[in-house]
């Protein structure tokens, strides 16, 4: 809410977590409910919440499923089930990810851990 207020718009890094989700209870529960696919699912969550899905794929196939996220709404409930896979542990593994392919190329990589002024933590 604050970023939309603001005019931010958030943009997915690894949303489909490098295919991690795709076997995962809930999400292939929601998934089987719309008869879509896991990564669909996934790809749905973002646009829903307003986060810009980046899709990564060399193959046709992928993308031609990847623009199945847009006709299809997920509901409520399968929102609050989605949401509810963002745990301390999963931010934790994602912050780790994050600074290890994105910090390291950047002039933070460069800063002492607790640099003044430079906010790494996710909230």
Known sequence: DYFTAEGVVIQSYRALRQGKEMGNACV????KKHGKTAAQILGRWCVQRNIVLVAKTVHRDRMLENMGVFDFQL?????LKLDSLTTPDSLAEFKALYDKCVVRDTPLAQLEPSAQGVKKEIL
Request: hydrophobic residues 45%; glycine residues 0%; charged residues 55%.
């Open 28 to 31: 292939a529960e929601v998934a």
């Open 75 to 79: 509901d409520e409930d399968d929102m």
